[in-house]
């Protein structure tokens, strides 16, 4: 087989002598050439880049925040906004952003998932289980900070409480970065 291929080798190559018999045919090839990287086309950006995430001015507390009328409550300034609803059956926490009236995320006691887990729906056991089944869908999500505005008289309960704590343990922030104004 070896020496067929030397002899159509020898053939095509024409006026250039057989090859020996200790050569080979890997010996004719040659590694071809690669073109050196530029290192100007790695550093270049184009100057109309336009920034396609919307959450990356977010994070950095550059976008606008909808500040709305002062007499509104809950607040429109936030980027995020978390809230939770203890009624006497169930548990919902749901996480709003500030261009939709449509939760981002929720997390309820209504689900069977939590459900078959607990012993009562309502209880703070299930105020603290459905905060840590929301930390983790958040941090999965990519949302770290968010308002949290408890209403007065129902911020100092044991369900809240234990409901935030599960929050912060699971690592949300619930405050968000003052924003910041940038000179053009």
């Not at 939709?100 to 998932?113: G, M, N, Q």
Request: positive net charge.
């Amino acid at each position: 087989m070896a020496l067929s291929v030397r002899v159509l080798l020898g053939k095509l190559q024409g006026s250039r002598p057989i090859l020996a018999a200790n050569q080979t045919a890997r010996c004719l090839s040659q590694a071809a050439s690669q073109p050196e990287p530029c290192a100007e086309q790695n550093e270049s950006v184009n100057p109309t880049f336009v920034n396609r995430n919307p959450r990356n001015l977010e994070q950095m507390a550059l976008a606008v925040k909808d500040r709305g009328w002062s007499t509104v409550w809950p607040h429109r300034e936030f980027y995020h906004r978390l809230e939770f609803i203890r009624t006497k059956s169930h548990v919902t926490a749901s996480v709003f952003s500030s261009s939709s009236p449509v939760p981002v995320l929720t997390c309820s006691t209504k689900e069977w998932a939590l459900k078959r887990d607990l012993h009562s729906t309502s209880c703070v056991a299930a105020c603290q289980a459905v905060g840590e089944v929301l930390a983790h869908r958040c941090q999965q999500a990519g949302i770290t900070r968010m308002v949290y505005r408890a209403i007065p008289w129902t911020y100092r309960s044991d369900a809240v409480q234990s409901f935030r704590t599960a929050l912060k343990e699971g690592g949300i922030t619930l405050s968000e970065p003052r924003r910041k104004y940038v000179d053009n």
